[in-house]
């Protein structure tokens, strides 16, 4: 039996995984530290477990003999880099970038030897652009973006393949909590910040859906996938064709 890890799984895009990959038959552990979130979980084939991931000396009581690990846990500060917290911008480090790695290099030895894994990390279209006044969101991406092709290129011989999903603005909680913080820096509506700046970039004008992504990582868990490695899968609207 495949077993799966999703972490910030209780809403979002990690929901939307942990529904997706258990309606494939896939046993499913869903990480995250909002338990409430996590009891709204429910299924065949689903365990919640309720954890900080950026206690990173916590993690390795997690599960290792885990086949399929998607990295989607994140936050997102909004503030100029001269007014950034630096507390924030570590804990939005440790959390999006070395709980991460911390997770894969803790499940790769299982991966490997079954002599099959799926690494899926979720990036964003911040892993390949920038944006103003996202300084640890970006950095975390990016490195998260480097991170995985490391990884796709370790694994190949051990038939683990690694990719990140790149998707634009979706619709989640992280998401709608930066409408007022945008609204403020830039005095703004949350409705015109919506328009103005996070659908701007994009050529169509609408907010992703969770469930799109999470058939980008059905996709690259699934049999059409054992040569796909290395890549950044991008659902972002046409940002990226300028």
């Excluded at 003999?65 to 936050?75: E, K, M, T, Y």
């Excluded at 499940?107 to 892993?127: A, D, E, F, K, Q």
């Excluded at 796909?228 to 940002?239: F, I, M, Q």
């Amino acid at each position: 039996m495949t077993r799966a890890l999703v972490t910030g799984a209780a809403s979002g895009i990690g929901a939307a995984c942990v529904q997706r990959l258990a309606a494939d038959g896939v046993q499913v552990v869903a990480v995250d530290y909002d338990a409430e979130g996590l009891r709204e979980l429910s299924g065949p084939g689903i365990e919640t477990l309720t954890a900080d991931l950026s206690e990173l000396d916590r993690l390795q009581d997690l599960p290792t003999d885990i086949d399929i690990l998607v990295n989607n846990a994140g936050v997102q500060q909004v503030a100029p880099i001269e007014q950034f917290p630096p507390e924030r911008f570590g804990y939005i480090l440790r959390l999006m970038l070395e709980s991460p790695f911390r997770l894969i290099r803790q499940t790769l030895p299982h991966m490997y030897g079954r002599g099959w894994g799926r690494v899926v990390n979720i990036s964003s279209v911040h892993g390949l652009r920038a944006s103003p006044f996202k300084a640890a969101y970006v950095a975390a991406k990016h490195g998260l973006e480097g991170l995985s092709k490391v990884v796709a290129l370790e694994g190949a011989a051990h038939g683990v393949t690694s990719n990140c999903v790149n998707p634009a603005y979706v619709r989640t909680p992280l998401v709608t909590a930066q409408l007022a913080d945008q609204a403020s820096i830039h005095g703004l509506t949350e409705a015109e910040v919506l328009d103005k700046i996070l659908l701007e970039p994009v050529a169509v004008k609408r907010l992703i859906e969770p469930a799109e992504v999470a058939e980008l990582v059905a996709l690259l868990c699934g049999p059409a996938s054992a040569s796909l490695t290395g890549s950044s899968l991008v659902l972002d609207g046409g940002w990226t064709a300028h």
